[in-house]
């Protein structure tokens, strides 16, 4: 009963059935994994968020290459401060103003972009402080460069000391000296300037994109058990199927519809129809039809007489 799993037509759907249904498996458990793994690095950088205040400031060049690990971990670096920019339209507790971001330049390599702090308002160059003079050494989290994405960005169109994203990418059309593709913001203001809170890395907590992850994962094992669900219901089908042709249980061939009935043919016009009624001017059997005979004509004749052709006795007055 089971031969017609044999034929080519089961063939395609075996296989494609025995490839979709791991597939989509494999898609459901990445994207779960995916979604833990935010899940940790969210808890990480809660754990890491309230512990800021007790962690030991470590040395710039043991936490570079910048990566989600080593994001708002605490950094110390020393040097002299050097170009001063402005970083507008970038929010703090719900008011508008600018960051105030100065270059220091370490002496054992490129320079480190430093967010001194934030001022409310519209981006101004006088109201922003001088950064101090001599060799300082700062401590600050350390945070990975921003992109178009960023919070806050804003690509070009910016005045003379303004800068729209904090990167490498951007500052080195702007300041004439090597810059680390990271920066640091200071744990405490000075000159006026409130600290900036560390951001989370990117792709890490339960963002929208975390859920997002989590949503795929249940489309991808809802199309494994579709898959697995129209597999067997071909299978029943075909077994069914199998089972009434071995039962004698074929339906009958429909009968073709009956076609319209004959019409009958018009004679041509001045000619009279031949007639239907049995016997008007058919012949007889073994004979040929003829023409009927000619009624003999009937004259008017005077009263009393007999009129021609009339048979029988006289008429009388």
């Not at 178009?148 to 990167?167: D, M, V």
């Not at 809802?222 to 339906?251: I, S």
């Amino acid at each position: 009963m089971y031969r017609f799993l044999l034929t080519p037509r089961w063939w395609g759907i075996n296989v494609f059935a025995a490839l979709a249904i791991p597939f989509c498996l494999f898609m459901g458990s990445w994207q779960l994994g995916r979604f833990e793994a935010r899940a940790d690095s969210h808890r990480e950088q809660q754990q890491s968020a309230e512990s800021t205040a007790r962690q030991t400031a470590e040395p710039l060049a043991g936490l570079l290459p910048v990566t989600q690990r080593t994001t708002g971990r605490i950094a110390e670096a020393t040097g002299t401060y050097g170009t001063q920019l402005l970083v507008p339209e970038r929010r703090l507790d719900g008011r508008d103003g600018f960051y105030v971001l100065t270059l220091l330049r370490t002496g054992d390599g490129p320079a480190l972009p430093v967010v001194r702090g934030w001022l409310p308002g519209d981006a101004n160059t006088a109201e922003a402080p001088a950064p101090p003079e001599g060799e300082v050494t700062v401590v600050g989290a350390l945070q990975a460069p921003e992109n178009r994405r960023s919070e806050g960005a804003r690509a070009g169109g910016l005045p003379e000391g303004q800068i729209g994203i904090i990167s490498a990418a951007a500052l080195v059309n702007v300041v004439p000296d090597d810059v680390h593709n990271a920066w640091i913001t200071l744990t405490e203001g000075s000159d006026g300037l409130r600290p900036v809170p560390p951001a989370v890395a990117q792709n890490t907590g339960l963002d929208l994109k975390a859920f997002q992850n989590l949503g795929y994962t249940g489309e991808w094992f809802v199309f494994a058990g579709f898959v697995l669900f129209m597999w067997f219901r071909l299978f029943r089908r075909e077994v069914e199927t199998q089972r009434d042709l071995a039962l004698g249980l074929v339906p009958d061939a429909p009968t073709p519809p009956a076609g319209p009935a004959p019409s009958a043919t018009p004679s041509p016009e001045g000619e009279p129809a031949p007639s239907a009624e049995p016997g008007g001017g058919s012949a007889g059997a073994g004979g040929s039809a003829g023409p009927a005979p000619e009624a003999e004509p009937v004259s008017p004749s005077p009263a009393g007489k007999a009129t021609a052709g009339e048979s029988g006795p006289t008429a009388k007055t």
